[in-house]
């Protein structure tokens, strides 16, 4: 099914939920035509049990296809701007007017209908995240650290309260920020969330008032060149690294991506990035080769002080990863849709 597609004349439910309302909310950015948008959403036509039009599976498949071909858009080039038009269909997911467009629906979406919006990579998959997440930060507060071992033991709710109270969490890239709502039901409470996109924020925000989430926090901020002046103890990102790396200028991004990252999150932190582009081991590998970038950096003489503490000590580590999320065999290697992998912040 993920292989299909249909124009916005054969399927017209399939693109309702993309289509700009008829007097534009004014953000003070440009974003992508009617024509432009739904093309991107045949590739990426995404919605959840809030107001949803596809299955789990299905969403999984079209959001991992869509994706998945990344590796097709032009190598890195002097081309910067968010505005301009993309190479390839599925680079429109790497550009900011993309999202503005998108979350102009989805804000358009909640106050006539009171659709939340979608849950990226599908329900069941952010269920095992938060509880997942829940028990890995739990463990780490214990002095359990489970590098390289088996799935966070669950703990009482005794002892969820007493630790996770404790860990300051930042979402990038929050969407509709139902990430947040789920984290604060299990227990934690200092909690962020920012995405580039006004309208996202405006989504998020009114969700969280209208369910009773007043300790949550939203900024507009762009992880590339964040604003935020604080570090966080644990660090969420589903999606978030799969959309830069559709940019056409992805590989640079990327590299601004764990640069920000890497001072956002506090010594002994943990980062969690979901991923439907990306496995297990090629998360690992690309946070391999950011540390030998900075190793390399540190022993160069113009290095800053800061620069010279990765000397010894990479600025990640691989912790753990979900091992339960179910696979599939392709070619004669077994995979997974999805791949969600925490990484410690020496």
Not at 6 to 17: D, G, I, M, R
Request: glycine share 8%; net charge negative; hydrophobic share 35%.
């Amino acid at each position: 099914m993920a292989g299909m597609r249909f124009s916005p004349e054969e399927s017209p439910e399939a693109n309702q939920h993309l289509q700009l309302p008829q007097q534009q909310l004014q953000t003070g950015r440009e974003v992508a035509s009617d024509d432009d948008r739904s093309v991107a959403a045949d590739s990426w036509s995404i919605k959840s049990d809030y107001g949803s039009t596809l299955d789990d599976e299905q969403r999984h498949a079209d959001a991992a296809e869509a994706l998945s071909s990344a590796a097709n858009f032009r190598p890195a080039s002097d081309y910067s701007s968010d505005k301009d038009e993309p190479d390839a269909e599925t680079s429109m997911l790497g550009l900011q007017s993309y999202w503005d467009a998108a979350y102009l629906d989805e804000l358009a979406n909640f106050r006539e209908h009171g659709h939340a919006g979608e849950i990226w990579f599908g329900t069941d998959v952010m269920d095992t995240v938060i509880s997942w997440t829940k028990s890995l930060c739990t463990d780490v507060s214990q002095g359990h650290i489970p590098n390289h071992g088996g799935e966070p033991k669950p703990q009482s709710v005794e002892q969820d309260e007493k630790y996770l109270s404790c860990w300051s969490v930042l979402d990038i890239g929050t969407g509709n920020g139902l990430l947040l709502q789920e984290l604060s039901k299990q227990g934690f409470t200092d909690l962020t969330g920012t995405d580039y996109s006004e309208g996202a924020i405006d989504l998020a925000q009114s969700l969280a008032d209208r369910d009773g989430f007043s300790n949550i926090k939203f900024l507009v901020d762009d992880i590339l060149e964040t604003k935020l002046d604080r570090q966080f103890q644990l660090v969420m990102d589903k999606g978030t690294l799969d959309a830069i790396g559709l940019h056409p200028d992805g590989p640079i991004k990327r590299i601004m991506y764990w640069d920000s990252v890497s001072k956002l999150l506090a010594p002994g932190g943990i980062l969690v990035i979901t991923s439907c582009n990306h496995t297990k081991d090629e998360l690992v590998q690309e946070v391999e080769n950011f540390n030998q970038r900075n190793i390399a950096i540190s022993q160069e003489p113009s290095a800053t002080k800061d620069q010279e503490t990765h000397r010894d000590h990479p600025p990640f580590q691989y912790l753990n990863h979900v091992r339960t999320y179910p696979t599939f065999m392709f070619g004669g290697s077994v995979g997974s849709r999805v791949a969600t992998v925490a990484f410690l912040r020496n």
